[in-house]
Structures are given as C-alpha cells and as structure tokens.
C-alpha cells in the first residue's frame, strides 16, 4: 500500500527536469545571473550577498521549478583552460544561456569566438539559445543593438532554432524572470526532438 501511495504522490509531484548550461567568458555575470534566477523563482531564497559571489571556477548548480518544470542549471567557468570542459555538458543540455559582459568591448571579440565555437558543436544543435548582454545598469554599455548583430553573424550556425537576445542586469534582477520564462516554453517546443531527463 506505501508503495502504491509512495507511487501515485511521485506521480503527482514529479515535474519534467530539463538542464541548461550557462556559458560565457570568465566575469560576465554567469554566477550572479544563476543566483538572480533563484532569487527571482525560489520562494523564502534570499539569495548570496553580491559581494559574496567569486568568479566561476569549475562548475557551479542551481535548481528552480518555474512554469511546472524543473531547470537544473550548470554554471561552466569562463576561463580559457576550463572552456574545454564545456562539450562535456552539452549531451545533455535542453537549453543554453549565453552570458555577455555588455560593459567590456575589449574582450567582445573574444566572447564571440567562444560563441561561434559553441554554436558550431554538433551536440547542440537545435538547442534553444537565451543570449544575455548582461550588466545593462552600467552607464554607456553595449546595447542590444550593437551586440545582437555581432552575434547574428553566427545566424547559420544557430540556424531554426528558438533564440532570444535580451538585456539584463544580473546584480538587480532585470530581465531575469522574462528570459528564463521564454526559455522554458523554447525547451518544452523542443521536448520532442530532446525529452526531459529521466525521473527514477
Ligand atoms: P562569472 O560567474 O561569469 O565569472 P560573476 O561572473 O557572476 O562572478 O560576476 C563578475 C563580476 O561582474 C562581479 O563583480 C559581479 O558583481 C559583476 N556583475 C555581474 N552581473 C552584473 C550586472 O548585471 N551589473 C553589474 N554592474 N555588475 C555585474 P566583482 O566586482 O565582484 O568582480
């Protein structure tokens, strides 16, 4: 009988676990934007103080449960010799979160080689694709405008797939809840081609 109800309530409860990845260059604002994310979808979290949060080394989790599904976010360090570690993710990610520091054109060029790199791998193809120009709360940033076609370059290569470019500012919580709701009706479009993790 425990089994029985232990079943029907795992039945009830249990959501769809998608992964995502968050990538981008080392100090973008992938960790602050993970922490937002949890802030913003997690009831009673009050989230790291900012001056609290280090630069990605290796790999930082995060779960949330938004719009009846689970996201299970993988947070890549950004520096060149943790880079190759990222096409381990990919297998198994449902959606990519790309994360620009909009306040640092020096390194534009460098982000968008990662990018291209990342776009080009045969491992996330069709994967729905969020591109974040990040820390727009800065004065004289990058704006959409000006990032969106840089990226677009890449248009062949991100190909049919659901992409969004969006601004944001991970340190206040802007444009948080709007990309990561479009992210998840993108994943569920793509269920069908890449189905949730399986539940045991
Ligand atoms: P990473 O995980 O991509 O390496 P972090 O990047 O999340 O560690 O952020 C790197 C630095 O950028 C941090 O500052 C963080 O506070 C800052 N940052 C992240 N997002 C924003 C944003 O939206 N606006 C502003 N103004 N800053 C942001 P420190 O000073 O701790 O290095």
Known sequence: MYTLMHGFYKYMTQKDDYCVVILGLDNAGKTTYLEAAKTTFTRNYK??????????????IGTIDVQGVRLSFWDLGGQQELQ???????????????????????????SKMIFDKMIKNELLSGVPLLILANKQDLPDVMGVREIKPVFQ?????????????IPVSALHGEGVDEGIKWLVEAIKRHAVVRPPREND
Do not use: F
């Open 47 to 60: 989230g790291l103080n900012p001056s609290k949060i280090t630069t990605t080394v290796g790999l930082n």
């Open 84 to 110: 190759s570690l990222w096409d381990k993710y990919y297998q198994e990610s449902h959606g990519v979160i790309y994360v620009i520091d909009s306040n640092d054109r020096e390194r534009m060029d460098e």
């Open 153 to 165: 370059q890449a248009g062949a290569l991100i190909g049919r797939r659901d992409c969004l470019t």
